[in-house]
């Protein structure tokens, strides 16, 4: 199975059960292994600018894949304008809260792995624009998904204390992991690194993937929402 992202710069996605799929739309030899050693040898820098091509929707109003489209499990992930689906996370903390308690204050709902080097990536640069997000009344919720996809890594909070630094204390950065369902109503086709603007009355205005490749883009994205 090759090493690199699939035609048409498609990203490789893991499977809610860990399983390595070539693209949205087929599915590759089961390798988990073969996909995480690949992840992790690929670099940060790498992963970033592989994930950042492929997953962006709606950017000058046009659709790309990736939104409103089938997994091979069936699942259908969340689309553009659509009401943002309900579901549960548990915060760091241990407090349970739901995706309809967000509703109020525009949300930024970002889906990792915490073994992913472009999460990875992406926590750290967030971090030195979170300041901006406050700003802009734009609360950030970063969920581990489910089960951490199937492959081992670091729990959300160490995770976060590493690569967030002192912003992982900032109260507009939440940390938390997804539940089963929830993982699987955002992130059906098991992305590694997916994010979701939602505007204050819980409607998805923009879905992209890895903030260390795409913060300008996010970034305006979210200053429309005020």
């Given amino acids: 199975m090759s090493r690199h992202p699939g035609p048409g710069g498609r990203p490789t996605a893991v499977g809610r059960l860990g399983r390595a799929e070539r693209s949205p739309q087929a599915l590759a030899p089961r390798r988990p292994r073969a996909r995480l050693l690949w992840w992790i040898g690929a670099g940060a820098a790498a992963v970033v600018a592989a994930v950042a091509v492929v997953i962006a929707v709606t950017v000058g109003g046009r659709s790309t894949p990736g939104a409103g489209t089938s997994s091979p499990a069936g699942g259908v992930a969340p689309a553009v304008g659509a009401r943002a689906p ?23 709902v970002w889906f990792v ?6 999460c990875q990536a992406g926590t750290q640069a967030l971090a030195s624009k979170i300041t901006a997000f406050a700003r802009m009344g734009v609360r950030v919720v970063e969920l581990e998904d489910y089960a951490d996809l199937g492959q081992p890594g670091p729990g959300i909070a160490a995770f976060g204390h590493r690569f967030a630094g002192a912003a992982y ?3 507009d950065w939440t940390f938390g992991v ?4 929830l993982t699987s109503a955002y992130d059906p086709q098991g992305f590694l690194d997916i994010y979701y603007l939602l505007d204050s009355a819980g409607r998805v205005t923009y879905i992209n993937a890895a ?9 305006a994205r979210a200053a429309r929402l005020r």
Avoid at 86 to 106: D, E, M, Q
């Fill in 86 to 108: 309900g579901g549960t996370f548990t915060t760091v903390s241990g407090t349970a809260r739901t995706i309809s308690s967000l509703r109020g204050r525009p949300a930024m």
């Fill in 113 to 118: 792995a915490s073994w992913c080097p472009s």
């Fill in 169 to 171: 204390h900032n109260p």
């Fill in 178 to 181: 997804a539940s089963q369902a």
């Fill in 211 to 219: 903030p260390g490749s795409t913060m300008s883009q996010l970034l």
